[in-house]
């Protein structure tokens, strides 16, 4: 038997071999894909700027705030203590924190505000930094940056609201927007009976005088979901005697008076937790019309175009993050007398993960310039189309490979990386969203097919893209050649398009990683 002095001397409680925290790391600088992409699509003047928030978003603080942001969740205030009803949610002051460095380092603004060509590249390049420390915060700044150009539908709205949308000062304050210092915009299209299905809303609008763009109107109906409900004013859709229109729904009406926006309850939702997704009810809530009678989709579809590109940018970011979990993990960890990360079948998992991360960032880098083209020529109708149909088969792709992605990264972590007190479960739940936010897949590849019928141009600008990077492959070939059989079909059929997609934006990756990554990571990939 061991003496008792010995059993006592035993210290079983020693940690050993388990992995250091991962804090005050400088996202922007400690990825090198992310740099190359940033200079090499048009953006290398604001390499500094994003270095500076990549350190901000990255550090230890950014992160105590991201945990207190998902732990303290918003909570709905309907009415106050005397029975005055007041549909007001309150958030953590972590939340906020986030949202103040965000609006200071123009994550929102920086693509309407710089003088520089790049903007929507240098936007993505920080969100995508954003995205990494807290996904919740990335919803009202997402469509504070997106709706600018749905705003520009009614330039005299647009002149009003564009400077407050684009300020680097974030105010919180449940007040007018004229007595504040920045504001945030919202959106709230869909609806119980229709989801996707826009046509089928039954809000409706009745003038208050003459009818048309720029008019007033007020709003009665019930929208399924509202994102980010405390945003200073809303874009949303109602029926009118035309048919579905835009609105410009503020949450004070012009006379200071608190707007009929009525908070129902809030989304318990999988996951992005400190974002307050929302049911409201518009009842006589008063609106502007923007853009024309019966053309709300038309105009509305500026401000998804632009969220699509964040959608898209999300799932890069969280395939990053998950990457850099994975690998800081396996270089401390030790399993077999060797480190995690020199045991050969972990060697090929972190291999396999680095190479879609590398793949999905440089492609979002890549449709992210094709915005600042469509922006800068927008009398050219082929960039344009191109940039369309660019972020669509994008957003599809990434986001169906993204939670098989998080859920890989996690498994390298073991049991470590399945309790809460690991970044992992948040983004394993984070994965799934941007899938179903702006159009589901196939939603999204029924807005494929639109594109191509409407514009033959965009698939034939993707295939001149694509044919930079002829001759580096014979498996890239092979898809070339494929490509060019089926653009010069009549049509492809809508069952076929799913797989059409994968294809397609497969083989845009692989045709970007020849021309730009070194030759052993596109060999790979080919």
Known sequence: MTPRKEIAELNTHTVSNQTPPLADVNFFTSDPVLQESLSREGADWAVESVTAFGKAIGSEEARRWADDANIFTPELHTHDRYGHRIDE??????YHNLMSLAFKHEVSSIAWTSAHQGGHVVHTALEFLLQQTEAGVCCPVTMTYAAIPALRHLPALAH????????????????????????TIG???TEKQGGSDLRANTTRAVPL??????MSYHL??????????????????????????CFFVPRWTPDGEKNRIFIQRLKNKLGNKSNASSEIEYDNTWGLMVGEPGRGVPTIIEMVHHTRLDCTMAAAALMRQSLVQAVHHARHRTTFQKKLIDQPLMTNVLADLALESEAATTLVMRVARSFDEAQSSSSDD??????????AISKYWLNKRVPQFTYEAMECLGGAGYVEESLMPRLYREAPLNSIWEGSGNVICLDV????????????????????????????DREITWLEQIVAKPSIAEMELRRFIERLV????ASLLVIHAPTAVSEAFC
């Open 160 to 183: 009003i609201w564009e400077p407050r949308l684009t300020s680097t000062t974030y105010d919180p304050a449940f007040a007018p927007a004229i007595q504040k210092r920045g504001a």
């Open 220 to 245: 009665t109906g019930h929208k399924w979901f509202c994102s980010a409900p405390m945003s200073d004013a809303f874009l949303t859709l109602a029926q009118t005697e035309e048919g579905l229109s």
């Open 506 to 509: 497969i083989l845009f990756q």
């Open 187 to 189: 959106m709230a299209m």
């Open 382 to 391: 082929k960039r344009t189309a191109f940039s369309r149909l660019a972020v």
């Open 449 to 476: 097919l639109r594109t191509l019928s409407k514009e033959p141009q965009a698939l034939e600008a993707l295939l001149g893209e694509i044919r930079r990077a002829q001759g580096a492959s014979a498996a890239l």
């Open 209 to 214: 005088g003459p009818h048309g763009a720029g």
């Open 89 to 94: 949610v309150r958030f953590h002051p972590a």
